[in-house]
């Protein structure tokens, strides 16, 4: 599958701060993919020159095949974007702004409307925007981000303010949207939200991109250990074929396994064991594996 977005060896800085120091990735389509970085990582400066608003100091960037920054950049329709802070005209409703919006886009400012419905402002739609709440305006700004059903939907920061359910519907809309092949990538803080959600994880430190794979890839890099964790029958003997690095705590033993071809193994005679009345395994999580990456870097510097 061809590339909706490719950067290569992109440099940034803003006089003496190195925003970017050489960094390529891929993006692609009908995928959902996470960028991730502490404060300060670079992430908004990544958004900004896909978008085209700013330009590259060495490198290049292509977005739906073209450089971005070009002055005729045919793909600008086909692009969407929530920022990280939605700024609206607080006089004007909902309606309102994304006609406006819609109009800047060349859209038909009436395909607004069915975006309100789906992002749930549909009753709020001629209320000003003034009186929403933050979740609405979030909502709000997704509507725009989403006028034109955009082939690569860039999005910073975007559940910021929303509740759980609309955190969840606002999901499922991006779902829609990967299934229907776009291309999205979210940069974000909540790493527990995208765990089960991207199938593409980017880790930025200081301007470097420190990780660049599917979650699974990024376990296997890091060779952070797996935990199984075995529920013994009461009263019964620590069965031989656990290993002896096993922790016991409160009638269970925790393996820690690093070797994966391990995990079968032991599965397979924790289940044969009558001694064993549940096993629980759990992997490394993305917030586990986001400390992995940066602490690697930091050692390596
Ligand atoms: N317009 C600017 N002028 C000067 N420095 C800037 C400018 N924009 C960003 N920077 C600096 O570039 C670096 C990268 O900033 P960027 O906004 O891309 O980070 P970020 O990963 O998006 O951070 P956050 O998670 O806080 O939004 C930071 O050191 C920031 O201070």
């Not at 979650?215 to 002896?244: C, F, G, Q, Y």
């Not at 690095?245 to 391990?262: K, M, N, T, Y």
């Amino acid at each position: 599958m061809s590339a909706t977005v490719a950067l290569h060896d992109v440099a940034k800085s803003y006089r003496a701060v190195r925003a970017l120091r050489g960094v390529s990735f891929e993006l692609a389509p009908g995928r959902i993919s996470a960028l991730v970085g502490h404060n300060g990582a670079g992430k908004t400066t990544l958004i900004k020159l896909m978008l085209g608003l700013i330009q590259p100091d060495r490198g290049t960037i292509r977005v739906l095949g073209e450089d971005p920054a070009a002055g005729a950049f045919a793909g600008r329709r086909a692009l969407g974007f929530l920022p990280e802070n939605v700024a609206f005209n607080a006089a004007l409703t909902g309606k309102e702004t994304l006609a406006f919006y819609a109009r800047l886009k060349g859209i038909n400012p009436r395909d607004g409307a069915a975006l309100l419905d789906r992002v749930g402002l549909g009753e709020a739609s001629r209320r000003r925007v003034g009186t929403y709440s933050k979740g609405m305006r979030q909502r709000l700004g997704l509507a725009q981000a989403l006028l034109g059903w955009p082939r690569v939907l860039l999005l910073d920061e975007p559940t910021t303010g929303l509740d759980p359910a609309l955190r969840q519907s606002f999901y499922d809309i991006l779902d829609e949207l990967r299934r229907d092949g776009a291309t999205v990538l979210i940069s974000s803080h909540a790493l527990h939200e995208l765990e089960d959600r991207a199938e593409q994880v980017l880790i930025m430190n200081q301007g470097s991109l420190v990780a660049d794979g599917t979650l699974a890839e990024l376990r296997a890099l890091s060779r952070l250990p797996i935990r199984m964790t075995l529920k013994l029958a009461e009263h019964v003997a620590r069965p031989d074929w656990i290993p002896n690095h096993a922790a016991l705590r409160g009638g269970a033993c925790e393996v820690d396994i690093i070797d994966p071809s391990d995990k079968m193994r032991l599965l397979r005679k924790a289940a044969a064991d009558p001694a064993v009345q549940d096993i629980v395994v759990t992997e490394p999580t993305l917030d586990e594996l986001y400390a992995h990456f940066l602490r690697a870097q930091e050692q390596a510097a």
